[in-house]
Structure formats: C-alpha cells, structure tokens
C-alpha cells in the first residue's frame, strides 16, 4: 500500500489526543491508496481526536452512526472522538483518500460550520484545490517549521470553508427560514452563554415549541441545545484558565457556573482532570 503519513507527536498507541486547550490543532495527517492486501481500517472504540478523510478517487465503504455505506469519489466522511472507525476499501477496489485528525475547543462549531456534524458525510466533489490543501497541510506537518501548529490549523479552518460553500446548497431542513433560526440560536448561545439559559427560552426565541426546538437542534449539532450549552461553557473556562491569572471561583461565575463546586465536578467528568490540575499543566508548559 501507498502512503505518506506526518505526526505532530509520536502516537504510538494509535488513539491520538485530546487538547481543549487549542482552538483548532492538527495531531497527524497523510493519504493512503488502496491495494489488495491492505486490511478494512476498524477502532472499535475510536480515538480521542476528530477523525477527517477526502475520498479522491474510487469507491470507499464507511460505516457511520452503525450503518455501512459506500462512498463515491470525492466524499468527506467525520468521525468524532471515542466513535467507532470502520472503513476502508468497497470490494477490494482501488481508492485514494486522504485523512487528518484534529482536536481542540473550535473544532465542533468548525464543523457545524461545514455541515459536517448534521451530515456525517458530505459529497463535495473531486478537485485539486481540495488536494493541494492536504498537501500543504502534509508539508506543514512534516517540516515543522516555526509557526507550523498555526499554518496548518488554518488550512484545515479553510477546507472547512470550502465544504460549507459546497454544502450550503444542500438544505438541512426542508424550510430554510427555521434552519436560520437555530443557527442564530446557536449563535445567541455564543453570545449570551455566561447568562442564566432555558432551552424553553431558546425555543422561543426560534419561533418553535420546545420538542421541535430540541429535535432540530440536534439535528444539526448531533448533540442537545443543553450539552451543547454545557460543552461551550467549559470550553470557554479553558481558554480563561490558560490565558489569565483569574481563580477557579472567579472563571466559573464568568463562564455560567454559579456553582464553583458542580463546576469541579463537571470538569473533571469531561476532561479527566480537576480546573486546578489543567491551569497548573498548562502554566507548567508555558
């Protein structure tokens, strides 16, 4: 089999890495062409990062949310963290994909951006401007030159742009104006997410009922108006314990917690560490 892959850091055990503390960051990327005696690709527990593959050329099969498909040329297809990974080749066909695994607190509004998290697999076309950006990423992530971390993370924020483009004829909802609805929900949640928040309130401003809200919700974000509240929330307490001295008690009030102590236990059940263990790893690496 032919392939090229570049690391951002050994990955020996193959499940990659999680890292709030970054907007957008690129742990590994490189393309593969199937051969007969390559083997399906198959993570029965995923890995920790974001999983994004371009299938350039010939037919691939994918499995996504427990259903196999098969994917024409110039496919994406996403997998997120801790989600099962099965693909590969359809039929012992040729194919030319390529791949990249990303992670950080942006990563998830990127992608709803695209269109990605609402349609797990999008069918953009082949192009070379879509080759030449993974190659260029390749090339940032091989060389590591200064900067590199950033040069290669916008890359990836402008493919995603150019998925959007092509996506944005294909409607999520058949009646465009309740799909802009949820999304300047999205964006109010955005805006006013230190503030005291109900999803009846957020359904109301959207003009629906709160069921309807909830279901159209998900649909696009893969995830309810309440997680996703929650999930930005503590994405927002990293990027304040990283870049200022502010204590714990002080960034939980800023950040929608009245409760510095469900604040702690929240943080810990979703990042596996206390506030006080990441602002000491992160201020230790700085």
């Not at 990955?11 to 503390?21: A, C």
């Not at 960034?251 to 510095?260: A, H, K, M, P």
């Amino acid at each position: 089999m032919e392939f090229e892959s570049f690391y951002r850091l050994p990955d020996e055990d193959d499940k990659g890495f999680n890292d709030p503390g970054h907007y957008l960051l690129i742990n590994s990327v490189g393309y593969y062409k199937f051969e007969s005696f390559f083997r399906m690709t198959h993570r029965r527990l995923g890995r920790k990062d974001f999983y994004l593959s371009y299938n350039h050329a010939g037919p691939m099969t994918v499995r996504l949310r427990g259903q196999q498909r098969m994917l024409a040329p110039g496919s994406f297809f996403l997998l997120r963290p801790f989600e099962e990974q099965y693909y590969g080749h359809h039929g012992e066909q040729e194919f030319f994909a390529y791949w990249v695994h990303f992670t950080g607190y942006g990563a998830e509004e990127l992608l709803h951006r695209a269109g990605l998290l609402a349609n797990q697999s999008v069918q953009a076309g082949a192009d070379d401007r879509t080759v030449e950006l993974f190659e260029a990423m390749m090339e940032e992530v091989r060389d590591k030159k200064p900067g590199y971390e950033l040069a290669s993370s916008s890359l990836l924020s402008y493919l995603f742009s150019m998925i959007a483009r092509r996506n944005a004829s294909d409607s999520v909802f058949d009646a465009g104006p309740v799909r802009n609805e949820i999304y300047e929900s999205i964006k109010y949640i955005h805006d006013h997410y230190a503030e005291e928040m109900y999803v009846g309130r957020l359904a109301e401003l959207a003009h629906l009922s709160t069921d309807r809200f909830t279901a159209l919700f998900k649909r696009i974000t893969s995830t309810t108006p309440q997680q996703y509240i929650l999930r930005f929330r503590l994405q927002r307490a990293c990027e304040l314990m990283k870049r200022t001295n502010m204590n714990i008690k002080q960034i939980s009030g800023l950040t929608g917690f009245e409760d510095q102590l469900y604040f702690s236990r929240i943080f810990k059940k979703y990042y596996r560490e206390t506030p006080s263990q990441y602002r000491a790893r992160f201020h230790d690496e700085g």
